[in-house]
């Protein structure tokens, strides 16, 4: 039972710790930016606060010329 309650526990922290990771701030030109870790942050800097896409890492990626 104390296992069933630990596995059920740490599931929770896990799950808890990667939602933070699933929303990143977007300048006016389609960058990231990485200075802004929080909506109000990025408010600020005059961001947006925005979901992730599926591709995520390799749309924010430079394109060679």
């Known amino acids: 039972m104390k296992l069933v309650f630990a596995v059920a526990l740490a ?20 960058t990231e930016n990485t200075s802004a870790a929080s909506k109000k942050q990025c408010k600020k800097a005059g961001g947006k606060w925005q979901k992730l896409k599926a591709g995520g890492a390799a749309s924010t990626a430079t394109q060679p010329k």
């Open 11 to 30: 599931f929770a922290f896990s799950s808890a710790a990667f939602a933070k990771s699933k929303k990143h701030c977007m300048n006016s030109d389609g």
